[in-house]
């Protein structure tokens, strides 16, 4: 049997070759979608040319057939591209096929078979359609993208692309080399890969003119298991190659310094910091770019300047002058522990070489006496008296704050919503920015509102405009996300789907099968009538479940004007007046039962008889419960209280399985209804679940602020463990709703103080800035409490919760953005719980600077028990002089 099958498969591909000169290719098309890569060349072999474009030509027709989100696997992307070079006549319709993203193919594999076809056929564009492919490269392109086009490159001798995903891809190709195929137990060495890469020449110099690339660059290499590992495996096969003399050693150097004069995210500087101090330039080396270094020690983050200032001390022949000039600058950078290292660099040149100038020296050295670090203040007054300058009689100094309070403006009220959709084009455009990007958080009732406008009038035109849209949408839109139990991707994209389709009966029983998991219509005394059917999903989010759900149900429906809970205003808030004249020109029609919950938990709290008795006299349902809610008051502001709560975390990614089970508790907030309220839709009824927290940003939390806009602590409740994930789990993006929630009204209470106080200890610094912009708007508008706030920062702090240093920061911008005594009086009730810890916490010294500094300028006196204790111990750490002088400063406020 074995021996017949090689003459077997021979007779199969001679009638494959004669079937297709015959005029028949369902069997080729056959042979791509089933993956048969190495079948399709020798099938193709011998056709003439004018049978090959007529199969292009069907080939092309065929291919358009397919749906855009149609996915082509490796295998079937090879075999595609394959038939498209043995059979399509140009590169540019090539290209045009094979450029789609959603085609994957198996890298240099897919190149061979793909250069086998090409000459067969005689075909001499492969380079230019690597180009061509190329030019079309993003953010999506993957990695087997990049290696097809460098193989057909480097077999057809041309050069590489230089774009900047191209040199992206290729730094991705050199740390994850494609080995599949060639049968070698160990991979050869980076050094020795470069040493051999035809590209190397032209990309080098590439490395260090693409922004943020230095963030790729510091790659480890992976030897036999992770344990190990070499350290930054490119930038040690580039220093390796330096040295051979196979890479120019002053083009590296020179490199590296002109990225970071260019500067980038601190980050991304990084590798070029650890590649320049492997390189260990020579004394001669800096000396002769000195001015680079001299710029990098006065402008570039402090990691940079650090490695500058290092290098410019070794230098034996400097200039004082230089550094004198350069010294003026850096003293008064925030950067501690650099102006620390300078002001010791300039103590060691007035003690020995230039003595008979120590008087100069310490003129300077007197700048850092107005540094905001009260330590290094300290430190620069003490060594400019040491070399015979007295910094008190240098000038009358600053002028002393008069003792104040906060200064922070008053917040703009609430803008108006923007303008409904009116327009079809305009909702593509809307539902294009909504699916075109990741993050889901984005305000999604005008799109909602739109699609029930305009499909109530044009439904075709709707559906004509949104199918390419919904088409193109982003990969993260692509399904429901099952490891997100928040997850409503599918459920959006199936509401945009439906505007304008036919409602066919089995889309029609999705919708009310949806509904009909989400709502109990028979439901009992205190029990919701919104199913809980996830633990983890907090009720406000179950209402925007059942609200797609329902508008999935009834999109298409003639007569309807618009979603009835549509908000007036941007942070969410509905007028009442306007829900009184959408249901008077609702007339008899039956109001839709969520869309009108929505609307009424977005009215203003408190009773509004007038606006009820108007409700009343319309007569209808849908007046009488909007009547009976204004009467009421509406949802009553909940009673919240703090609990710890368990974690229980599932995670997909190990080492947040890791993270949690380290935590083994987080502090939550428990939400309950006041005494008597029917609770009817569990909104103001939640326990602590500390396992809602995904790695995924999806952002769907930000959405919830606009849902209750006069509920800021249930909301802040239900958003409190994806903000606590930002401090405990260091994920990204975790406290974006927090700005979102100071535009809100109604108690924040323990659920806002909690939120905040893990918020100024996020990982991330853009997280830290959304917690900081919270607290002033907040503040801004009377509606903070310092005191809760600070009491939560020293309880998480203690129970290793919240790492204190990350949280000086933002409280000290918040100082200086004008809120002095709100920070004081927040740090003066944390402080009772950090002193009072068995282990300082880290970051604790500058804490107490910052407190002395705010209780100084605003002259507030505030008793801090267990400060005078510490004050009195004896040595003189910082912790023990930090606390002596806020003690100070208070005896004298």
Same mark, same amino acid.
């Given at each position: 049997?074995?021996?017949?099958?090689?003459?077997?498969?021979?007779?199969?591909?001679?009638?494959?070759?004669?079937?297709?000169?015959?005029? $028949?290719?369902?069997?080729?098309?056959?042979?791509?979608?089933?993956?048969?890569?190495?079948?399709?060349?020798?099938?193709?072999?011998?056709?003439?040319?004018?049978?090959?474009?007529?199969?292009?030509?069907?080939?092309?027709?065929?291919?358009?057939?397919?749906?855009?989100?149609?996915?082509?696997?490796?295998?079937?992307?090879? #075999?595609?591209?394959?038939?498209?070079?043995? =059979?399509?006549?140009?590169?540019?319709?090539?290209?045009?096929?094979?450029?789609?993203?959603?085609?994957?193919?198996?890298?240099?594999?897919?190149?061979?078979?793909?250069?086998?076809?090409?000459?067969?056929?005689?075909?001499?564009?492969?380079?230019?359609?690597?180009?061509?492919?190329?030019?079309?490269?993003?953010?999506?392109?993957?990695?087997?993208?990049?290696?097809?086009?460098?193989?057909?490159?480097?077999?057809?001798?041309?050069?590489?692309?230089? @774009? @900047?995903?191209?040199?992206?891809?290729?730094?991705?190709?050199?740390?994850?080399?494609?080995?599949?195929?060639?049968?070698?137990?160990?991979?050869?060495?980076?050094?020795?890969?470069?040493?051999?890469?035809?590209?190397?020449?032209?990309?080098?110099?590439?490395?260090?003119?693409?922004?943020?690339?230095?963030?790729?660059?510091?790659?480890?290499?992976?030897?036999?298991?992770?344990?190990?590992?070499?350290?930054?495996?490119?930038?040690?096969?580039?220093?390796?190659?330096?040295?051979?003399?196979?890479?120019?050693?002053?083009?590296?150097?020179?490199? =590296?310094?002109?990225?970071?004069?260019?500067?980038?995210?601190?980050?991304?500087?990084?590798?070029?910091? +650890?590649?320049?101090?492997?390189?260990?330039?020579?004394?001669?080396?800096?000396?002769?770019?000195?001015?680079?270094?001299?710029?990098?020690?006065?402008?570039?983050?402090?990691?940079?300047?650090?490695?500058?200032?290092?290098?410019?001390?070794?230098?034996?022949?400097?200039?004082?002058?230089? +550094?004198?000039?350069?010294?003026?600058?850096?003293?008064?950078?925030?950067?501690?522990?650099?102006?620390?290292?300078?002001?010791?660099?300039?103590?060691?040149?007035?003690?020995?070489?230039?003595?008979?100038?120590?008087?100069? +020296?310490?003129?300077?050295?007197?700048?850092?006496?107005?540094?905001? #670090?009260?330590?290094?203040? @300290?430190?620069?007054?003490?060594?400019?008296?040491?070399?015979?300058?007295?910094?008190?009689?240098?000038?009358?100094?600053?002028?002393?704050?008069?003792?104040?309070?906060?200064?922070?403006?008053?917040?703009?009220?609430?803008?108006?919503?923007?303008?409904?959709?009116?327009?079809?084009?305009?909702?593509?455009?809307?539902?294009?920015?909504?699916?075109?990007?990741?993050?889901?958080?984005?305000?999604?009732?005008?799109?909602?509102?739109?699609?029930?406008?305009?499909?109530?009038?044009?439904?075709?035109?709707?559906?004509?405009?949104?199918?390419?849209?919904?088409?193109?949408?982003?990969?993260?839109?692509?399904?429901?996300?099952?490891?997100?139990?928040? =997850?409503? =991707?599918?459920?959006?994209?199936?509401?945009?789907?439906? #505007?304008?389709?036919?409602?066919? !009966?089995?889309?029609?029983?999705?919708?009310?099968?949806?509904?009909?998991?989400?709502?109990?219509?028979?439901?009992?005394?205190?029990?919701?009538?919104?199913?809980?059917?996830?633990?983890?999903?907090?009720?406000?989010?179950?209402?925007?479940?059942?609200?797609?759900?329902?508008?999935?149900?009834?999109?298409?429906?003639?007569?309807? $004007?618009?979603?009835?809970?549509?908000?007036?205003?941007?942070?969410?808030?509905?007028?009442?007046?306007?829900?009184?004249?959408?249901?008077?020109?609702?007339?008899?029609?039956?109001?839709?039962?969520?869309?009108?919950?929505?609307?009424?938990?977005?009215?203003? %709290?408190?009773?509004?008889?007038?606006?009820?008795?108007?409700?009343?006299?319309?007569?209808?349902?849908?007046?009488?419960?909007?009547?009976?809610?204004?009467?009421?008051?509406?949802?009553?502001?909940?009673?919240?209280?703090?609990?710890?709560?368990?974690?229980?975390?599932?995670?997909?990614?190990?080492?947040?399985?890791?993270?949690?089970?380290?935590?083994?508790?987080?502090?939550?907030?428990?939400?309950?209804?006041?005494?008597?309220? @029917?609770?009817?839709?569990?909104?103001?009824?939640?326990?602590? %679940?500390?396992?809602?927290?995904?790695?995924?940003?999806?952002?769907?939390?930000?959405?919830?602020?606009?849902?209750?806009?006069?509920?800021?602590?249930?909301?802040?409740?239900?958003?409190?463990?994806?903000?606590?994930? $930002?401090?405990?789990?260091?994920?990204?993006?975790?406290?974006?709703?927090?700005?979102?929630?100071?535009?809100?009204?109604?108690?924040?209470?323990?659920?806002?103080?909690?939120?905040?106080?893990?918020?100024?200890?996020?990982?991330?610094?853009?997280?830290?800035?959304?917690?900081?912009?919270?607290?002033?708007?907040?503040?801004?508008?009377?509606?903070?409490?310092?005191?809760?706030?600070?009491?939560?920062?020293?309880?998480?702090?203690?129970?290793?919760?919240?790492?204190?240093?990350?949280?000086?920061? !933002?409280?000290?911008?918040?100082?200086?953005?004008?809120?002095?005594?709100?920070?004081?009086?927040?740090?003066?009730?944390?402080?009772?719980?950090?002193?009072?810890?068995?282990?300082?916490?880290?970051?604790?010294?500058?804490?107490?600077?910052?407190?002395?500094?705010?209780?100084?300028?605003?002259?507030?006196?505030?008793?801090?028990?267990?400060?005078?204790?510490?004050?009195?111990?004896?040595?003189?750490?910082?912790?023990?002089?930090?606390?002596?002088?806020?003690?100070?400063?208070?005896?004298?406020?």
């Amino acid at each position: 049997m074995s021996r017949d099958r090689p003459a077997e498969i021979i007779k199969s591909q001679a009638r494959r070759r004669y079937e297709l000169a015959q005029g $028949g290719t369902s069997d080729l098309f056959d042979l791509v979608n089933s993956g048969a890569a190495d079948l399709i060349g020798p099938a193709l072999a011998g056709l003439p040319e004018e049978r090959r474009r007529e199969i292009a030509a069907e080939l092309t027709t065929w291919f358009k057939e397919r749906n855009r989100s149609t996915w082509w696997s490796q295998g079937k992307g090879t #075999a595609l591209a394959v038939l498209v070079v043995g =059979c399509l006549p140009t590169a540019a319709q090539a290209a045009t096929i094979l450029a789609r993203r959603s085609i994957v193919l198996d890298g240099s594999r897919a190149a061979g078979l793909v250069r086998a076809a090409a000459t067969e056929r005689g075909v001499t564009w492969l380079g230019d359609l690597a180009h061509r492919l190329a030019a079309r490269f993003n953010q999506s392109s993957w990695i087997e993208h990049w290696r097809f086009v460098a193989t057909v490159l480097r077999d057809e001798g041309a050069p590489p692309p230089t @774009d @900047d995903r191209s040199v992206q891809l290729w730094v991705s190709g050199l740390q994850f080399p494609d080995d599949r195929h060639d049968g070698r137990r160990r991979r050869p060495l980076l050094a020795a890969r470069l040493r051999e890469d035809p590209f190397l020449p032209v990309m080098l110099p590439r490395l260090f003119e693409v922004d943020g690339l230095g963030s790729q660059l510091g790659f480890d290499i992976v030897l036999r298991s992770w344990e190990d590992r070499e350290r930054h495996g490119l930038l040690n096969a580039l220093t390796a190659l330096a040295a051979e003399g196979v890479v120019d050693r002053a083009m590296l150097i020179d490199g =590296c310094l002109g990225r970071l004069l260019r500067g980038d995210k601190t980050a991304a500087l990084r590798s070029f910091v +650890i590649l320049l101090d492997q390189l260990q330039p020579t004394t001669a080396e800096v000396t002769a770019r000195t001015t680079d270094y001299l710029r990098l020690l006065t402008d570039a983050p402090a990691p940079v300047a650090t490695m500058a200032q290092k290098a410019l001390r070794e230098l034996p022949d400097l200039a004082l002058e230089s +550094i004198l000039d350069a010294s003026r600058e850096v003293l008064f950078r925030p950067d501690k522990t650099l102006v620390k290292a300078q002001l010791t660099w300039l103590d060691r040149l007035a003690r020995k070489p230039y003595r008979e100038r120590a008087a100069e +020296i310490a003129e300077v050295i007197a700048v850092a006496t107005e540094h905001p #670090a009260v330590e290094l203040r @300290d430190r620069a007054s003490a060594l400019a008296a040491r070399h015979g300058v007295d910094p008190a009689a240098a000038g009358p100094g600053p002028a002393v704050a008069e003792p104040r309070g906060d200064d922070l403006p008053a917040p703009a009220p609430a803008a108006p919503a923007p303008a409904p959709i009116t327009d079809v084009d305009e909702l593509a455009e809307e539902v294009a920015a909504l699916l075109g990007t990741r993050s889901q958080g984005v305000p999604m009732d005008r799109v909602l509102d739109g699609l029930v406008r305009l499909t109530a009038t044009d439904a075709p035109r709707v559906h004509a405009a949104l199918t390419p849209v919904i088409e193109r949408r982003h990969w993260s839109w692509g399904n429901e996300h099952s490891y997100d139990p928040l =997850c409503l =991707c599918e459920v959006v994209v199936d509401v945009c789907r439906t #505007a304008g389709a036919d409602q066919q !009966p089995r889309r029609r029983s999705r919708w009310e099968s949806l509904l009909a998991a989400v709502r109990r219509t028979d439901r009992a005394p205190k029990t919701p009538e919104l199913v809980a059917t996830d633990p983890r999903v907090p009720a406000v989010h179950r209402l925007l479940r059942a609200r797609l759900a329902e508008i999935g149900m009834h999109l298409n429906e003639p007569g309807h $004007g618009g979603l009835l809970a549509a908000p007036t205003s941007a942070n969410g808030q509905l007028d009442p007046l306007a829900l009184l004249e959408r249901l008077t020109a609702l007339g008899d029609r039956a109001a839709w039962h969520w869309d009108l919950t929505q609307a009424l938990l977005r009215l203003p %709290t408190g009773p509004d008889d007038a606006v009820a008795d108007k409700a009343a006299a319309l007569g209808t349902p849908a007046g009488d419960r909007l009547a009976a809610w204004l009467r009421s008051g509406g949802l009553p502001q909940p009673i919240m209280r703090a609990a710890s709560a368990p974690v229980k975390e599932k995670s997909r990614h190990a080492y947040l399985r890791e993270y949690y089970q380290k935590l083994g508790e987080r502090i939550l907030v428990e939400v309950r209804p006041p005494d008597g309220y @029917d609770d009817r839709y569990g909104l103001v009824t939640a326990d602590p %679940t500390p396992t809602l927290s995904s790695m995924d940003d999806a952002g769907w939390e930000k959405l919830w602020p606009s849902l209750l806009p006069g509920h800021r602590g249930v909301v802040a409740a239900n958003a409190l463990p994806m903000v606590a994930a $930002g401090a405990d789990v260091d994920q990204r993006d975790a406290t974006a709703v927090l700005p979102l929630l100071a535009e809100s009204t109604g108690t924040g209470g323990v659920a806002v103080d909690l939120a905040v106080a893990y918020g100024l200890g996020a990982r991330h610094a853009a997280d830290r800035v959304a917690t900081l912009d919270a607290l002033l708007a907040l503040a801004g508008a009377g509606q903070f409490d310092p005191v809760g706030t600070g009491e939560q920062v020293g309880t998480l702090v203690v129970r290793d919760r919240v790492k204190l240093s990350r949280a000086v920061e !933002p409280l000290r911008d918040a100082a200086l953005a004008g809120a002095p005594l709100t920070v004081w009086r927040l740090l003066a009730a944390a402080l009772p719980a950090l002193l009072a810890a068995q282990k300082p916490a880290r970051g604790l010294p500058d804490l107490l600077t910052l407190a002395a500094e705010t209780a100084t300028t605003t002259g507030v006196r505030i008793e801090v028990p267990g400060l005078a204790e510490v004050a009195a111990r004896g040595g003189s750490s910082r912790l023990v002089t930090e606390s002596r002088r806020l003690h100070g400063a208070l005896a004298t406020a």
